[in-house]
Each structure stands twice: as structure tokens, then as C-alpha cells.
């Protein structure tokens, strides 16, 4: 079998199977041999149709099934010699006929025994196993006793479950003793007797350790595609932050330039004009901004926050208090001190309705205070705070949110 066709659940990693919510979790079945340590199995049951004939038709024609049936059909030439040897026991040719019919439908129920057993809860995936061994007995008349020799197959559908490996191992020994009890019971002891027990034991264990492998294989692809997954996720999110921060900024000081521009563009037309042209440096410059972002390449300068911070404050009639020097902040944290800087300052052009606002930096603190109407119910919850609340997080720092000293809304960052 190809081992990329054992894999029809690599198309929906994040979702278990029906019957793999199902499974007992306790350890007690461990130790009973109910469920696996090693799911996902090699055939996954797509979700999809209603009802329990619909799911396993999805299931006994997935493209693991049809790999199976390339690899399991194989085998069956042995069957061959099973053929023969019941045309020469049959003492009619109707009799001929029905043996070799039960001998065809022994092969087609061995090839879907196994996907039909993927198919189905942990706990019933022993139940086409011991419908082949119990079909086994319906070719008893022409094979007597000899019928044991077809027990291979019993053992490879048992190995190919990928129950848990003592389940697995107590059964294939248990179907192999028995054989070697019938055939003693046939033949007597001889020299010989053990091969045929001794097939049986090692083709079903061969089998099992080659489910298990695929098994474990197919269980690290979906795994690696779920970690995959969440990778785009935490992307995604960064992206998302990342352009908020960016055009909720430069949006703030441009809404708040243009309605300054608007005011001034009849009583000091040249004035308005300044406005206008950092209007445009500012929408260029968030334009600019976004590109880099969406390239995967973009940080913020901490002395560059500064700057447009004043700019802005200025711009909304808020008085500035910002340190000229960035000396105070650490190499590793001024990065982080610039988002908190342009969140945190945007916030209070926004919202405030301050007249003053101060800007603090210390080796191990940020923070931004106002003198305005202080903290508002939306403060919480507001999507920059939300941004800036993990890049903190991440950064093993605390953000405080609370009224300030100048009696308006502080942004604290504990680093």
C-alpha cells in the first residue's frame, strides 16, 4: 500500500471521528484493551451522510480502502490452493460450486473486514474478525478441521485494527494455539507441526506492526497540519493587530488634521495648507506601513512614536509632555515601549477630552497618562488595548489600566 492513500483525514485534522469521541478514557480501559495509544487509524471515517450505511460506504471506499484492497487482495491467491483442494473433497459438481462460491465470499469478506473495522467504534472493531473466523466454519464440509489453515487471514484483520498491542498480541497467540490444537488433532505430533501456528503468529504480527506504523505515521501528518493551522491563526491575529495599530493610529491624527484643516482653511488658508500637506505624509507613510506589514517585515521606532506622538497631541489642542531622549528604555524594550507609546496616545486623542498628556519611560515601565475624563467602560475591550495586552503578554510584561495622577486615564506597562 501507498502510504500517502492512508490518510483520507488529513483533509479535516482539527476533527476527530465519531468514534474516536467516543472512546473510553479511562485507564481501566487501557488496561482492557478498549482504545488505542496510538490513534488516529490508518482509515478515517469522512463525516458526511446520515446514518450508518452512508458513513461506512464513505468508509469501504475511501482511498486508504481501495489501498488496502490493492495490498489485501494480493494475499489472496493463497486461496487458490483453498479452491482446488475443495473441488477435490466435493463429491458433486453443485457441491463443487457452492465451495468454491463460500471460498470467493471468504476472500471478499477478508477484504472488507479491515476498512469496515476502521470504520467502527474501538469497542465493536473486533466484530469483523470474528465474522471471518466464524465464516471460516462454513467450508467445514469440504476442509474438515483443515479449515484452521484460513486463520491467517483472521490474524491479519485482527493486526490490522491497531487495537492496543497486548489486545493484539493475546489474540493473534490465542488464534495460533488454536490452530496448533486443531492440527494436532488432525495429524498427531510431528516435526512439522509448528509452521503452519507459526504463520499464522508472524504474518498477523507483521501486519500489526505495519497498521501501527501507518497509524502513527497518518497521526504526525495530522498533527503537523494542526499546528500548521494554528500557525496561520496566530498570524492572522498578528496581521491583525499589526494593520489596527497601524491605521488606527495614523486614521486618528489624519481625522483629527482634517477637521484642524477644515477649521483653518478660511481664517489662515496657509496654515490649513501645512495641515494638508501632513495629511498626505501621514496617509503615504500608513500606506507605507501596511505594505511592510503584509510583507512580513515591519517594526516601530521608538524615537519615530515620539515625534508623531507630539505631532498629534498638537494637532488634537492636547499639551504634550514627551521625554526627547529614549535612553531611559532598554535596547530590548523599545520596541514594545513604541506600540505602547502609539496605542496609548491615540487613545487619549480619541477619547480623552484631555488638555495635557504626559509620557513616561523608565528602565522598567512605560506609561502614558492624560488629565482628561479617565478610564470608560470601552476601555477593556477595545481591540488595540486587546493587541496590546498580548505583545505585553508575550513580552512577560503587565499592562495596568486605571485613572492617572493628573486625574485622567493612564496606560501602564510593567516590564
Known amino acids: 500500500m501507498d502510504e500517502h492513500d492512508t490518510e483520507p483525514h488529513a483533509r479535516r485534522p482539527a476533527q476527530a471521528p ?9 485507564r481501566a480501559a ?20 446520515t446514518g450508518a450505511f452512508l458513513l461506512m460506504r464513505d468508509v469501504v471506499w475511501s482511498r486508504g480502502a481501495i489501498s488496502w484492497y490493492v495490498g489485501g487482495g494480493i494475499s489472496l491467491l493463497w486461496l487458490i490452493s483453498t479452491g ?33 473495522g476502521w470504520g467502527l467504534p474501538v469497542r465493536w472493531r473486533l466484530l ?23 486463520w491467517t487471514y483472521v490474524g491479519v484483520v485482527i493486526g490490522m485494527m491497531v487495537l492496543s498491542w497486548r489486545t493484539t498480541l493475546i489474540l493473534i497467540v490465542a488464534l495460533a494455539a488454536l490452530g496448533l490444537f ?18 499464522i503468529f508472524s504474518i498477523s504480527l507483521m501486519m500489526a506492526a505495519f497498521a501501527r506504523t501507518f497509524a502513527a505515521m497518518n497521526q504526525l501528518r495530522a498533527t503537523q497540519n494542526q499546528l500548521a493551522q ?33 477649521k483653518l482653511i478660511d481664517v489662515d488658508p496657509a496654515r490649513a495648507k501645512t495641515e494638508l500637506s501632513e495629511i498626505e ?27 508623531v506622538a507630539r505631532a498629534a497631541l498638537e494637532a488634537a489642542g492636547i ?24 496605542e496609548g496616545v491615540t487613545n487619549v486623542v480619541r477619547h480623552s477630552g484631555a488638555t495635557r498628556c504626559e509620557v513616561r519611560l523608565g528602565p522598567r515601565s512605560v506609561e502614558v497618562a492624560d488629565d482628561g475624563v479617565g478610564p470608560v467602560a470601552s476601555s477593556a475591550s477595545s481591540t488595540g488595548l486587546a493587541g496590546l495586552h498580548e505583545r505585553v503578554a508575550e513580552a512577560g510584561g503587565t499592562l495596568t489600566i486605571g485613572r492617572s495622577d493628573l486625574g485622567g486615564f493612564s496606560l501602564k506597562v510593567d516590564l
Open 18 to 26: 465519531p468514534h474516536a469521541r467516543d472512546r473510553p478514557r479511562t
Open 30 to 49: 487501557d488496561r482492557d484493551g478498549l482504545r488505542t495509544p496510538n490513534p488516529p487509524w490508518p482509515v478515517m471515517p469522512p463525516e458526511m451522510g
Open 84 to 116: 482446488q483442494e475443495v473441488i477435490e473433497q466435493a463429491s458433486t459438481a453443485g457441491s463443487a460450486t457452492i465451495g468454491i462460491l463460500l471460498v470467493v465470499l471468504y476472500g471478499i469478506g477478508f477484504l472488507l473486514a479491515v476498512p469496515v
Open 128 to 150: 469483523p474478525a470474528l465474522g471471518l473466523f466464524a465464516l471460516s466454519f462454513a467450508l467445514f464440509p469440504w476442509l474438515s478441521w483443515d479449515i484452521w489453515s484460513q
Open 182 to 199: 486443531f492440527r494436532v488433532g488432525i495429524d498427531g505430533w510431528t516435526e512439522d507441526i509448528l509452521w503452519g501456528p507459526a504463520i
Open 230 to 262: 494554528l500557525a496561520a491563526e496566530r498570524e492572522r491575529g498578528r496581521m491583525a493587530r499589526d494593520i489596527h495599530d497601524i491605521l488606527g493610529h495614523s486614521l486618528t491624527v489624519i481625522t483629527v488634521k482634517a477637521e484642524l484643516a477644515n
Open 281 to 307: 505624509q501621514l496617509a503615504r507613510g500608513a500606506l507605507a506601513d501596511v505594505r511592510t506589514t503584509v510583507a512580513g517585515a515591519r517594526g516601530v521606532n521608538l524615537p519615530a512614536e515620539l515625534v
Open 319 to 342: 499639551t504634550p509632555e514627551i521625554p526627547t531622549a529614549t535612553d531611559a528604555v532598554g535596547p530590548a524594550h523599545r520596541e514594545l515601549a513604541a506600540w505602547i507609546v502609539r
